[in-house]
């Protein structure tokens, strides 16, 4: 059965810090890998995603994700954190089928303070 | 992005009722629909796969007579929650998807059921 692990449940940083979130997956096959994030009150939004090709995605906003294979990790990432990225993010697997279905981390709240 | 239409956004229903919520793909054709719960703090879990035409697909400990899914359509799929009790309250979510392997899922609004 596939699984995703987000790590990190609460971040707290300040504005302009580094950000790196970590999502490890488990399943057997080919994958594609999602980064969605839901401010509060709204609802859920693609921010990245991968399918194939180079391992190293951009997204929205300044978010990059990296795929490493070998580690079965698709990390996010952004070199300086706004407040408006307050937000709860979520990584999410599935495989490569047309049904296949999307499997969603627990989740990781950011809270950027001023 | 294409867009997915939730409705009701919130709904407040007595216990013993049921009540419908309808997820519909507005600009593109959905040949299946994803049904998820979203639990406070939690992350979503997901119901059940809806297929255009065909009966839906349950996860494993959701009740299929408790909530019953129609995809009549490529556009529209509804999650009826019957004889609702207020154990059933919750934030409810569909996603849609394009036709073809390479797609992202599309995600409505959600629905925040409560039930008194």
């Known amino acids: 059965a596939q699984s995703v692990s987000q790590h990190n449940h609460h971040v707290i940083l300040s504005e302009a810090a580094s950000l790196e979130l970590g999502c490890n997956y488990s399943?057997?096959?080919?994958?594609?890998l999602f980064w969605y994030v839901q401010y509060p009150g709204q609802h859920l939004q693609l921010l990245l995603k991968?399918?194939?090709?180079?391992?190293l995605v951009k997204g929205i906003k300044g978010f990059e994700a990296e795929f490493i294979k070998s580690k079965f990790s698709f990390n996010l990432r952004k070199p300086s954190v706004q407040w408006s990225d307050t937000a709860e993010y979520f990584c999410?697997?599935?495989?490569?089928?047309?049904?296949?279905?999307?499997?969603f981390g627990t989740g990781t709240r950011l809270q950027v303070t001023l | 992005g294409a867009v997915v239409s939730q409705h009701p956004s919130r709904v407040i229903c007595k216990s013993g009722t049921s009540v419908k919520i309808e997820c519909r793909s507005l600009?593109?054709?959905?040949?299946?629909m994803f049904w998820y719960r979203q639990f406070p703090k939690k992350s979503l879990m997901l119901m059940a796969t809806?297929?255009?035409?065909?009966?839906?697909?349950?996860e494993q400990g959701v009740e299929k007579d408790k909530f019953l899914i129609n995809h009549a359509s490529l556009t529209l799929s509804t999650l009826t929650v019957t004889s609702a009790h207020p154990e059933d309250s919750s934030f409810y979510i569909c996603?849609?998807?394009?036709?073809?392997?390479?797609?992202?899922?599309?995600f409505g609004q959600g629905t925040r059921l409560t039930v008194v």
């Open positions: 399943y057997g096959g080919t994958v594609n």
């Open positions: 809806s297929n255009e035409g065909s009966k839906a697909t349950y």
């Open positions: 600009d593109f054709q959905a040949t299946t």
């Open positions: 999410a697997v599935r495989g490569t089928g047309t049904a296949s279905k999307l499997t």
């Open positions: 991968y399918f194939s090709g180079d391992p």
């Open positions: 996603s849609a998807r394009d036709q073809g392997a390479h797609t992202e899922a599309f």
